[in-house]
């Protein structure tokens, strides 16, 4: 057998055990979580949204990738003009839709509880986006990412809850190095 097709066959092979999109995902979501400054924050996680929204379209968690697409736009969206004193005149109006959006699509998706967490952590992460401090932002993805959690390990993903957990991790690591254990306490 030629080099070459055995290398191909090698990869074919491991396709099916490695999701590709839930690996850089993962990695995506730690970094995100401990990133300085709230443009960064968002940034990563709108990168890390659409990894996973991939990642949940190949698993078939419907609810989960229609989420994560709804993440990506909302991640953007903050990080270009959520953080200006002064928002722009459709920003509100955005997010306002993008709720009634998670409503919708979490009832046309739903399958049990999967959805109804993704739908949660889905409101939490809008939630986070909105908020001009990195703090106050840490704190609502904190409530996301334990919804998301309940998500992924109802649909079987454990690269979506490793990812949660180390998530988790650097939002506790970052809140930890604010100087606030008050906030922690309070999560």
Known sequence: MNPFLSLFSLFDSLIDHVDVFAATGLILGFISGAMPDRRSILLGSAACSACFGLHFLH???????????????????????????????????????????????????????????????????????????????????????????????LVASPFALTCDCLTLTGLVIALARSGRPRALIAA
């Open 59 to 153: 698993l078939g968690a419907l609810t989960g990738a229609a989420m994560s697409a709804l993440s990506v736009a909302q991640s953007l969206a903050a990080a270009a003009f959520g953080g200006q004193e002064r928002r722009p005149t459709w920003f509100m109006p955005f997010f306002a839709a993008s709720a009634s959006l998670v409503l919708g699509l979490t009832a046309a998706t739903w399958a049990g509880w999967p959805s109804a967490c993704a739908g949660i952590g889905a409101l939490f992460a809008l939630r986070a986006r909105l908020q001009r401090d990195e703090r106050t932002m840490r704190l609502h993805f904190l409530g996301a990412s334990l919804a998301w959690a309940g998500h992924n390990s």
